[in-house]
């Protein structure tokens, strides 16, 4: 059983900085494609930075370009989202996602909410 557990969300001033983490298990690192996604209130579900195995490149949204990063651990089947600079405009319900084969570019699968399995989501809340 696939299972993906986001953690690490919280209340951050305008500036600082938060790292979510996302525990997978119920699948290998090797042929995978995983990311996040969040959706703010009143809003779609967009895509922030993912990655596709095959295609070997990292996807980030225009609007976290330069300050939000993506870090994998093929050991620990972890996933990392560090993000800097934070922006009340980043306060969203954060979720991990990932599919458990590769068969599409990162750009797709988050354009697309295109992962088959989602975690609950971790609230990261930016006061200005």
């Known amino acids: 059983e696939v299972q993906l557990q986001a953690s690490g969300g919280g209340l951050v001033q305008t500036g600082g900085s938060l790292t979510l983490s996302c525990a997978a298990s119920?699948?290998?690192?090797?042929?995978?494609?995983i990311g996040w996604f969040r959706q703010a209130p009143g809003k779609e579900r967009e895509g922030v930075s993912c990655f596709s195995s095959n295609a070997g490149s990292i996807y980030y949204a225009d609007s976290v370009k330069g300050r939000f990063t993506i870090s994998i651990n093929n050991y620990r089947n972890m996933v990392y989202l560090h993000m800097n600079n934070l922006k009340p405009e980043d306060t969203a319900d954060y979720y991990c996602?990932?599919?458990?084969?590769?068969?599409?570019?990162?750009?797709?699968?988050?354009?697309?909410?295109?992962?088959?399995?989602w975690g609950k989501g971790t609230q990261v809340t930016v006061s200005s």
């Open positions: 119920g699948f290998t690192f090797d042929n995978y494609a």
């Open positions: 996602a990932a599919n458990i084969v590769s068969a599409a570019t990162s750009s797709w699968y988050c354009n697309n909410n295109g992962m088959d399995y």
